[in-house]
């Protein structure tokens, strides 16, 4: 069976980069909606791009962009999990579809890496975004200490190809790192053959 909820959005998400003239405003404002959408109900993401790694979190692309205009990514937070303080170097777009993440976001302020704000934790349903002109460092964990957290993420490029950085937050020290995936196959979105 096609899986229709994840195929239309990548279709619609592929209707709307192909358009002419959008700034990343009016990008960040629609890709909100589908991924809002897309989470709404967790009904769609298949078992095998769910599974936790106990030792880290797991970053499984859902598809890549030939034109690598996108890439769709679901981040799977074992118990307790959390990334470094890192960046993205692109626009991104974070939908939570089971569980809840913690978002800490950070900021350089005269060469000094600080604190951007409070701490705020996104729920089932809930987007946020992301993009280097409206603050791109952050660090992000699991909510829980006790179950599985899944997020799925929207970013303007191949986010597991891009050259990015993670920084230790007490000297500001950044280090150069390029995510890779996790899975070696993507889903299929058609279903299989009959």
């Not at 280090?175 to 996790?182: A, L, N, R, T």
């Amino acid at each position: 069976m096609p899986n229709v909820k994840l195929l239309n959005t990548i279709k619609a998400l592929s209707c709307l980069l192909e358009r002419q003239g959008l700034d990343e405003s009016s990008i960040l404002n629609e890709a909100q909606q589908l991924i809002a959408d897309l989470v709404a109900k967790d009904d769609w993401l298949p078992a095998e791009f769910t599974q936790p790694h106990p030792q880290h979190y797991r970053q499984y692309l859902l598809y890549g962009d030939p034109q690598d205009r996108f890439s769709l990514v679901s981040f799977v937070w074992g118990p307790g999990q959390k990334t470094p303080v890192h960046d993205h170097t692109v626009w991104g777009v974070i939908g939570m579809l089971r569980g809840a993440e913690v978002d800490e976001p950070y900021h350089f302020v005269d060469g000094k890496l600080e604190r951007a704000g409070d701490s705020s934790v996104l729920q089932p349903g809930q987007v946020a975004c992301v993009s280097p002109r409206i603050g791109d460092i952050h660090r992000v964990s699991n909510a829980y200490d006790d179950q599985v957290s899944i997020s799925i993420h929207l970013y303007g490029g191949n986010i597991g190809r891009i050259t990015r950085s993670v920084y230790e937050p007490k000297t500001a020290t950044r280090k150069e790192f390029v995510s890779g995936y996790s899975n070696e196959a993507v889903p299929n979105l058609w279903g299989p053959a009959s």
